[in-house]
């Protein structure tokens, strides 16, 4: 049977609310996953869940390995993925607590393992069409949940995808302003696009933690991005619950 996996961003290292938990055990030739994937029943549906920097939150957005988790949700049979993404706001209508279903990304990350194909003696190349890095018809799934939840959302945005782990320069997030971004994450890459290369169907619900760097007056601080994150987290999860149910 085909499955459908959550990958929990930062504030979701857990699932809240997945029920009849059982651990799944995958072995990769890429080495650890993130952590534990767990599978379970979310509102009576069936989801692995796995949290992309840990359980607890320990691993950073370059040192995931997210060839193993990826490969790990494939041998699983997951076939639809939805990632959550904390992100900073940058255009002007994305404040903090604002959802967005990002319908571009532009890649700005550099020294990660960021393909399956690279030992093409094995597997044939595949140059994989990334047109469109983000699944049609799950986001649509995921708009229209929106919607009938009637949350402040963006149904469309150019995610940014930095190296981090350190936050952005004011300059950096005019030019990022300038590439046509509206929001920037650390996590997006290369998970989109290794998912890609494996057929899996993946798309993404990020969530507005802080405004990005240099555009407003206050510094940013990891209790302002928890703050927003415990008050905004839960319209998130509601989100997920109510697709969720409309995949099957
Ligand atoms: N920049 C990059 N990644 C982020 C940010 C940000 O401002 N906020 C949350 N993740």
């Given at each position: 049977m085909s499955?459908?996996?959550?990958?929990g961003?930062?504030?979701?290292?857990e699932l809240?609310?997945?029920k009849?938990?059982?651990?799944e055990?995958?072995?990769?030739?890429?080495?650890?996953?993130?952590g534990?994937?767990?599978?379970?029943?979310?509102?009576?549906?069936?989801?692995?869940?796995?949290?992309r920097?840990?359980k607890?939150h320990?691993?950073?957005?370059?040192?995931?390995?997210?060839?193993?988790?990826?490969?790990?949700?494939?041998?699983?049979?997951?076939?639809?993925?939805?990632?959550?993404?904390?992100?900073?706001?940058?255009?002007?209508?994305?404040?903090?607590?604002h959802?967005v279903i990002p319908?571009?990304?532009?890649?700005?990350?550099y020294?990660r393992?960021?393909?399956?194909?690279?030992?093409?003696?094995?597997v044939e190349l595949?140059?994989?069409?990334?047109?469109?890095p983000?699944?049609?018809?799950?986001?649509?799934?995921?708009?229209?949940?929106a919607?009938?939840y009637?949350?402040p959302f963006?149904?469309s945005?150019v995610?940014?995808?930095?190296?981090?782990?350190?936050?952005?320069?004011?300059?950096?997030?005019?030019r990022?302003?300038?590439?046509g971004?509206?929001i920037v994450?650390?996590?997006?890459m290369?998970?989109a696009a290794l998912a890609?290369?494996?057929g899996?169907?993946?798309?993404?619900?990020c969530i507005?933690?802080?405004?990005?760097?240099?555009?407003?007056?206050?510094?940013?601080?990891?209790?302002?991005?928890?703050?927003?994150?415990?008050?905004?987290?839960?319209?998130?999860l509601?989100?997920?619950k109510?697709?969720?149910?409309?995949l099957?």
């Open positions: 499955r459908i996996a959550i990958i961003g930062t504030g979701l290292s809240v609310g997945l009849n938990i059982k651990t055990k995958v072995d990769t030739v890429y080495g650890e996953t993130s534990v994937i767990e599978s379970g029943l979310l509102e009576g549906e069936e989801v692995v869940f796995l949290s920097h840990g607890p320990t691993i950073p957005p370059h040192k995931i390995n997210y060839r193993a988790n990826l490969d790990a949700l494939h041998k699983l049979n997951v076939k639809k993925i939805i990632a959550v993404n904390a992100v900073g706001g940058i255009s002007s209508d994305m404040p903090p607590k959802i319908h571009q990304i532009i890649d700005y990350t020294g393992e960021h393909t399956f194909y690279d030992n093409t003696s094995e595949q140059h994989v069409d990334f047109s469109d983000y699944d049609g018809d799950l986001r649509f799934k995921l708009i229209s949940a919607k009938q009637d949350i963006s149904n945005g995610y940014a995808c930095t190296q981090g782990p350190r936050l952005e320069s004011s300059a950096e997030v005019q990022l302003l300038r590439d971004c509206d994450g650390m996590t997006g290369p998970e890609r290369e494996l899996i169907a993946y798309a993404s619900v507005v933690v802080n405004p990005a760097a240099g555009l407003s007056h206050e510094p940013i601080t990891m209790t302002d991005i928890h703050r927003v994150l415990t008050e905004g987290i839960g319209n998130v509601t989100l997920l109510l697709v969720i149910s409309q099957n």
